[in-house]
């Protein structure tokens, strides 16, 4: 986007380093992968060429929520990210903690609310570093605080100090501001594991790759490492009940993932029942196993004991022990759907700062951010992703208009047309709004606007060839009722859930060869038919859901207004979040119907009064 921009960091050395799993990508989160890349985010890319193992999750269900995941090698990712954040133009790193944001009184205030400006950062030499917009993406560091037993420390994460006096400035500033908890498990020498007692888990045959831009990854099938699974144990769970006292994390008040709990949480919350663990390498040649399911935080010596009463790790040695992590984080309804602050304007947040958990939705956030800095200070249209368009607006609709008092994370169950944001279209949805955007490069552009064209074509061609439904049966050899003589065209042919394009150019030469030799667009064309008529039927539910988002509410719109009587709950509510949109404000617990009318009619009262005067 030609934006100069200065990336801040603790510590270059750690730039692209994966603080916990060594993983990307899941139900719900390859969603969010696809559409970063859609956008041109970095993180897909770079997973097809330093990932392990690719497997696709919940093939038993339909492709709208299938989740793309992969095992990635920590060093070959952290390798990676480096070398092309090197090579971006107009990009300077700087290694050097930020203590201060450099705030002034607002040239033109935005309402009641927005009454500062930030201009940059003070670092924590006393250096002022001024910038038309900031953005901050501070993670688990903002007055981070690791436990390991009844031990604690202030840390962002093993060997990394917090970040207190942004922590503190944030809170002068008037943000309202939470406390939350994570934790990470112990990694394990690989060499001590008997693989042997576990299951094999192996990748797929034929791995799918992350992003738009690539035709493969870089592993051959044959070469991906292995994951194991085990299981805990009766005696590791009497270990976690027996040593409750000395675990001080887990007594903590603050709120911790609930769909990723620690071993000491799924212990207690759920009795009498065994837990999986999978073990997961962290490279092609990295000499430490991952153990996914089992994040603790009881002292070292008893997670050794713990660990090895498990099947397959009874003479395991411990590489780093598990500990938790305690930090701050701002209640997100104090942020637009741009993600600048309510507060403070050209101040953005992105990241666990917003209470989300995940490398995923992390990556979801810092792209629209960097996103809407770049369109602010270039005077451009902002990007928001409506939840209509992607899950990345699902994400941030959510942590907007809902907020969050535990870590947030994308399923595929909060998108209400997921059957429309599925991962295969997820350029073909916003790759075109990147692009006017700026963020977008043109070589993207243009392999979208291929396949779009490539689609569009096979699409028209199957609709084109019509046969009697018994005739198509009969010609493909399938045991079918063939007293019927509906007439089907191709592509209704191929929604079928048995159909293949494949076996459909077997029993019809002359007619679909040539969609068949492109794999890439064959297997999207499947899934586009399989869809097509479930997309139909959603479609007035979208359009519905579009003009209630066109219903724009300003960001100093008085909830006060006497004309509007609404009631003091109401008003609160609606002053605490300042909804961007009318749909947005129908999404906030506690807005009535009556109340929704009357800010309907006021803003249709307002846009005529607008459209008369001008």
Known sequence: MNARTLLLTHRTDTIGQMSCNPSFGGIGKGHLMREVDALDGLCARLCDISGVQYK??????????????????????????????????????????????????????????????CSGVMLGDGTKVFGRTTILTTGTFLRGQINLGLVSKPAGRIGDEPAI??????????????????????????NTIDFSKTTLMLGDSSPTPFSFLSDSVWIKAEDQVPCH??????AAHQIIKETMHLNRHVQEESSGPRYCPSIESKVLRFKNRVHQIWLEPEGMDSPVIYPQGISMTMPEEFQLQLLRTIKGLERVDIHQPGYGVEYDYIDPQQLKATLETNRISNLFFAGQINGTTGYEEAAAQGIVAGINA????????????????????????DLTTLGTNEPYRMFTSRAEFRLSLRPDNADLRLTRRGYDAGCVSDYRFRTMCDIEDKLTAATHLLQSIQKPLAQWWQSMGLQRSYANHNMKNAFDILGYPEIALELMAKAHPGYFEHLVADRTLTNRLKIHALYAEKEILQREDILEAQQDEQLLLPDDFDYNESSLSLSNEVKHKLQKVRPHTIGAASRIPGITPVALIRLLQYVKKSQKQAAVSS
């Open 56 to 117: 696709v999750l919940n093939k038993r269900k339909g492709p709208a929520v299938w989740g793309l995941r992969a095992q990635i090698d920590r060093d070959l990712y952290k390798k990676y990210m480096l070398a092309e954040l090197l090579r971006t133009a107009n990009l300077t790193i700087m290694a050097a903690p930020v203590e201060d944001l450099l705030l002034a009184t607002a040239a033109a205030p935005s309402g009641h609310l927005c009454k500062q400006d």
């Open 165 to 190: 006096g942004l922590a503190k400035s944030l809170e002068d500033a008037g943000f309202t501001m939470g406390r939350l908890k994570t934790g990470t498990p112990p990694r394990l020498v690989k």
């Open 229 to 234: 699974m085990t299981y805990t144990s009766e």
């Open 374 to 397: 770049a369109c602010s200070v270039q005077q451009r249209p902002s990007l928001i992703v409506s939840r209509t368009e992607g899950y990345i607006g699902v994400l941030i609709d």
